[in-house]
Structures are given as C-alpha cells and as structure tokens.
C-alpha cells in the first residue's frame, strides 16, 4: 500500500469515530462540477479581430509572459490545467472567445463561431457555460443596456438574444444546461441625477433579451450584480437589490459573485437568504482584496463558508459553482489551478464535516459543544483524503502539479512572445 492509500485508511478510521463516510465525502465529489473560466488564460482579451483595451471597469494587473493569444492556445493551457485538477469540470465562455475568418459583431454571433469548443468539450466530456460580453467595444463606453440611445440599446439586445442560442446549442451538444450569465458595467463615475431611467430601460431590455423561452434542459439565464466598476465608482444600474428583484420576478437564476459587494459583506451569508426565492443561483467564487480585484481563490474561511453553506443545506443541483479571477502576474494556468484545487478542497473538506451533529447541538442551544466540535474537526486530517481523492482522479498529488506548470511553462509558454 502507498504512503498515500496508509495514511487514507488511518484518516478513515479518524473520520469515522465522528460519524463521517470518507468513501462517500470523495464519492459526493462527483457531481460537484466547477465551471472554470476561460478569461484567466489571456486575461479577459478574447479573440474578435478588434484593437482593444479591456474596458468596463475590470482590470487584469501584471504581466507575467505566456498569455494565450489564440483559442488553440487558451485550449491547449485549458487542456494542461485540467490535467492537474481532480474530479468534474467545466468551461465558461465569454462571447469574445468566438472563433471565426471574419470580424462577428457582438449582434451576430451565432452557434458555429463556438463548433471548436464544442468539440473540445465533447473531448473533455464536460459541459459549457457561457456570458455575453457588455465590455470592451467601441458601442459599451457609454453603457449598454441601459443607454439612452434606443439604437445602441437594441444592439445589445440583440447581442444578449444571440448568446442565448450559443448557450442553448451549448446545452443541447453537451447534455447538461448552459447557465448563461448576463453582467454588464452601465453605471456612473460621479454624482449621478437620473438613477431611475437607466433602471427601466435595463429592466425593458432584459425582458426583451429573455422573451423568447428556452427549455431549461438546455439553458438558464442568470444576472449578475455589482457594487461599483472602476471609472464607475458612484452608479451601477445592475445592483445588488436590482437583480435581486429582477431574478425573483422573472425567475432567472441570481449570480453572487464574492467581490461585487462592500468588502466587510460576504457572499457565503447570501446563500440561503436566497435560495427559498431563487430556484438557480450562480456563484463566480473570487477574492476580493480591498476591491473587486479578483485575485486568485485561496484556501480560505470565505471560500470554505461558501462550500459548507452549498453542502450543508444540500444545495448541489441548484447552486452552480463558477470562479472569476484574473491574475495577469503570476502563471495563468497555476492560477487555474490554485483556484480551482482551493475550490474543491474546500467542498470536500465540508463533506466531511459531521453536519448533522453539529445540527443538533445547534438546535439544542448547546453552544459549547458545537463549538468544540467545529474547532477539533479542523484538524482531523482532511489532506490524507484531498490526496486521495487526487490519486483516485489520476491528477498529482500535493504541489507535485507545479512541476507540470514549470515543465509546460518551459517548453510552451516561453516560446510565446
Ligand atoms: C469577465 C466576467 O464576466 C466579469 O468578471 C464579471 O463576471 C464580473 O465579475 C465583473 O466584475
Ligand atoms: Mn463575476
């Protein structure tokens, strides 16, 4: 038997003398897929044949060589970061990762400039999500959806229309739902006078965008809120009690994403205050630091509040995990990687946990007890099961995985210029 396989069955036996199924924490793992997103790998550039910056108040700092300036070459560092991380996956799209010989304006993507990730997916066995892009174009300066110009608004209606059959065709190739995410940067630098207009016209375009209804075999619409965007540091029209109200009401799925909020505010306590209204919610799983600046999920309380809130309450099939860092100063796809682990370790970790005695000691107000067991569990060695859940999933155990990033980084991404 292998150092790792000893020191699971020593972790079994820990495990067990507090009620918990090791076997079945790593067989729960499962149906847990994360939706990885593309946007770490070129930091959020795309591939229209446009010049631009990144705009709509999102940055990806730094400068770390290697970025992906193709789609085969976001694939091939996808196909690499997949290789190192265990258990389910899946990949979220943004439109501007379309492929085609000629410029597709936003209005005119359609399925067939997405072919090339569907057989990439059908490669991988996973499934797709998908978003489209309301930043970076020549007509989103100004705002979008919400803009005073009928014309420009109706542009983007059309764009948001036309992503709704790329996700649908994603659903159908790939038997499981696109959760497609709308976002959108509209908002204000400064004092803003007319806050309620531009609201109604989101609300007017929204509703034109998802008239049309899609099987929710295939498709699910989701909306995502924000706090404040940079440049936009005063209005955002799509706010957190925006879309809150906007998801209850036309029964679209809600996106939390962990830096749209006040930086004291935390997503894992949102959780199950909307879920009894939402029957889909979406998380992009982040890390805010004093900011929405998206750096790279770590291994910590907020990430593990988040898993245990989705485990406890048995949230699987309704709460769709997606990440949304960008970190263009380190290695894009140890990013991918150290995120994404972090994710997972964190839910396995929260499959171990003796819930429903923690349950009842809570519901017998027996405090001192709950906490006792909260604290010792932390230290009961969850690792030995992560390692062998990475060894059961063929991907390399511990930080063995860095080995593989600096090989590929060696051989492939420095030949990149
Ligand atoms: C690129 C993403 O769509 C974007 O990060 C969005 O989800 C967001 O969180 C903007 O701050
Ligand atoms: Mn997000």
Not at 177 to 206: A, C, Y
Not at 323 to 346: E, H, Q, Y
Not at 393 to 407: I, K
């Amino acid at each position: 038997m292998s150092t790792i396989e000893n020191a699971y069955q020593i972790a079994k036996a820990r495990f067990a003398e507090i009620g918990v199924d090791t076997d079945a924490a790593i067989f729960a793992m499962a149906k847990l897929p994360i939706s990885v997103h593309c946007w770490q790998g070129d930091d959020v550039a795309g591939f229209e044949m446009q010049e631009g910056e990144l705009t709509g108040g999102i940055q990806a700092t730094g400068n770390y060589p290697g970025k992906a300036r193709t789609a085969d070459e976001l694939r091939s560092d996808l196909d690499k970061a997949f290789s190192l991380i265990p258990g389910p996956k899946r990949l979220n799209l943004h439109a501007s990762y379309l492929e085609s010989e000629q410029k597709v304006d936003r209005n005119e993507v359609k399925p067939e400039h997405f072919a090339n990730w569907v057989n990439w997916a059908k490669q991988h066995q996973i499934g797709l999500d998908f978003n489209p892009t309301y930043f970076s174009h020549p007509l989103s300066n100004e705002g979008t959806l919400t803009h005073v110009n009928p014309e420009i608004r109706q542009f983007w209606i059309e764009h948001g229309k036309a992503c709704r059959k790329v996700s649908e065709y994603f659903g159908k190739e790939l038997g499981t739902p696109s959760v497609m995410n709308i976002w959108l940067p509209d908002g204000m630098k400064d004092i803003t006078v007319d806050k309620f207009s531009p609201r109604q016209h989101l609300v007017e375009s929204l509703d034109q965008i998802i008239h049309e209804k899609i099987d929710p075999k295939y498709h699910i619409d989701a909306v995502e809120s924000k706090l404040f965007g940079i440049g936009l540091e005063s209005y955002t029209a799509g706010s957190n009690e925006f879309y809150l109200a906007y998801a209850t009401s036309r029964k679209t799925a809600l996106c939390l994403d962990a830096g749209h909020f006040h930086p004291t505010e935390v997503i894992s306590d949102k959780i199950s205050a909307v879920m009894p209204f939402v029957e889909h919610l979406l998380l992009h799983v982040s890390r805010p630091v004093r900011w929405d600046s998206d750096h790279v999920v770590l291994f910590d309380d907020e990430t593990q509040n988040i898993a245990s809130e989705i485990i406890r309450n048995k949230l699987f099939d309704r709460v769709h995990i997606g990440l949304d860092f960008f970190d263009a100063s380190i290695n894009r796809i140890a990013a991918w990687v150290i995120g994404t682990r972090n994710m997972k370790k964190c839910l396995l970790k929260a499959l171990l946990e003796p819930t429903e005695k923690l349950k009842k000691y809570e519901h017998d107000r027996d405090f001192t007890s709950r906490l006792a067991l909260l604290e010792e569990q932390k230290s009961l060695p969850w690792q030995a099961v992560w390692d062998q859940y990475c060894l059961l999933n063929e991907v390399p155990v511990g930080s063995r995985w860095l080995d593989e990033v600096r090989q590929y980084e060696k051989t492939v991404l420095t030949k990149r210029s």
